[in-house]
């Protein structure tokens, strides 16, 4: 396991935060986020996925929202003081984030943008998100995530 370790898991380690990792068989492309979760044998609501967005400022902004939600732009947009927001377009998420599409990480990213957890998760006592890289998860508590990327808390999913 210990060659198998992700900057990701790294950085959580280096900072004496706790966490459990998950490793899921995968091709080259990412899985969606309910294969993942049945993959690693969590249920999909403790499955979180990162996205990253450009607000109407042009400020990059990262969501971390449960895998079997969609993202409310208007929402994400309102949480963060931005008058709209889209969705960054994937050839651009590599050069801005460090990771592939399927492996972004709220973790460890080039640069630390401001990071909006979807409120939900605070409901729970650990959360799943990708370790950095396709086919691995780290399990930790939202709590250590927030404070680790300074994240703040919103209603940022749809209905």
Do not use: W
Request: aromatic share 4%; with cysteine; charged share 25%.
């Amino acid at each position: 396991m210990a060659d198998q370790k992700t900057n990701v898991m790294r950085m959580l380690e280096q900072k004496k935060i706790r966490y459990m990792p998950h490793e899921y068989p995968h091709g080259d492309t990412a899985v969606d986020g309910a294969t993942v979760a049945g993959l690693i044998g969590k249920p999909p609501e403790s499955v979180f996925k990162t996205l990253v967005a450009r607000g109407a400022s042009k400020s990059i902004y990262v969501f971390v929202i449960p895998v079997l939600r969609e993202l409310d732009l208007k929402r994400a947009a309102k949480a963060v003081g931005e008058k709209s927001m889209e969705m960054v377009h994937v050839s651009e998420i590599n050069a801005l984030t460090g990771y592939v599409r399927g492996g972004c990480s709220p973790v460890g990213m080039k640069k630390q943008y401001r990071t909006v957890l979807d409120r939900s998760a605070l409901e729970r006592e650990t959360i799943v998100v990708s370790a950095g890289k396709i086919g691995s998860q780290v399990e930790l508590s939202p709590a250590d995530l927030m404070a680790l990327v300074r994240a703040a808390a919103a209603d940022i999913t749809k209905e």
